[in-house]
């Protein structure tokens, strides 16, 4: 009796790892609810090296990294992206939102189930995993997406730029429904407050 409980115990666990799964549509739907947010990153460059600081989350289409040692800092708004580099008196380098994979978690409406958009969904129980790209643009890079469920949360991304160098970014302590001022995101004053 025993094995066969045991038995009945293996077959079924299968089907609850992939009860786990996240459909595409309830990823979506999270991140189309996903306003505001802050919390803690820590990120891993492609060299090895690691990062930590603060982020925010304004969407559509703002996001910020303030760098902890202020090393420099990410900011997205207005449909540019600038990164500015502490060590550099030179302005911040700059190029459209649109030719980054995190434009598509940014996005005004994601939809994830577009045509050419995911390359791959997985999971492994605990968490889902979703690669995604711009289906007009794949040479722009992707975006890999892990997420827990219940409640479902993003916990971390994986960045493949065009050239395949790879940047992981772990969230922690997220909070959601904060309030984040405007100005967080104005690549031009930040500029104007570093005298760029």
Same mark, same amino acid.
């Given at each position: 009796? !025993?094995?066969?409980?045991?038995?009945?115990?293996?077959?079924?666990?299968?089907?609850?790892?992939?009860?786990?799964?996240?459909?595409?549509?309830?990823?979506?739907?999270?991140?189309?609810?996903?306003?505001?947010? &802050?919390?803690?990153?820590?990120?891993?460059?492609?060299?090895?090296?690691?990062?930590?600081?603060?982020?925010?989350?304004?969407?559509?289409? !703002?996001?910020?990294?303030?760098?902890?040692?202020?090393?420099?800092?990410?900011?997205?708004?207005?449909?540019?992206?600038?990164?500015?580099?502490?060590?550099?008196?030179?302005?911040?380098?700059?190029?459209?939102?649109?030719?980054?994979?995190?434009?598509?978690?940014?996005?005004?409406?994601?939809?994830?189930?577009?045509?050419?958009?995911?390359?791959?969904?997985?999971?492994?129980?605990?968490?889902?995993?979703?690669?995604?790209?711009?289906?007009?643009?794949?040479?722009?890079?992707?975006?890999?997406?892990?997420?827990?469920?219940?409640?479902?949360?993003?916990?971390?991304?994986?960045? &493949?730029?065009?050239?395949?160098?790879?940047?992981?970014?772990?969230?922690?302590?997220? !909070?959601?429904?904060?309030?984040?001022?405007?100005?967080?995101?104005?690549?031009?004053?930040?500029?104007?407050? !570093?005298?760029?």
């Amino acid at each position: 009796m !025993r094995r066969l409980a045991l038995a009945a115990t293996l077959a079924l666990a299968p089907l609850a790892a992939a009860a786990q799964q996240l459909s595409l549509q309830e990823i979506s739907d999270y991140l189309n609810s996903l306003q505001t947010a &802050t919390g803690g990153f820590t990120q891993v460059n492609a060299d090895g090296s690691l990062s930590e600081g603060t982020f925010y989350i304004k969407r559509p289409g !703002r996001v910020r990294f303030e760098y902890a040692d202020d090393s420099g800092l990410f900011v997205a708004g207005g449909g540019q992206v600038a990164v500015f580099d502490a060590a550099s008196n030179e302005g911040p380098q700059r190029f459209p939102l649109s030719e980054t994979p995190l434009s598509i978690i940014l996005a005004d409406n994601v939809n994830l189930g577009r045509a050419g958009m995911v390359t791959g969904a997985t999971s492994d129980g605990t968490t889902t995993t979703v690669t995604a790209q711009d289906p007009q643009h794949p040479d722009y890079g992707s975006i890999q997406l892990v997420f827990t469920a219940a409640p479902v949360e993003l916990r971390q991304w994986v960045i &493949t730029d065009s050239g395949g160098s790879q940047t992981t970014v772990i969230l922690n302590d997220m !909070r959601t429904g904060v309030q984040i001022g405007d100005r967080a995101f104005n690549i031009q004053a930040e500029m104007s407050a !570093r005298g760029q």
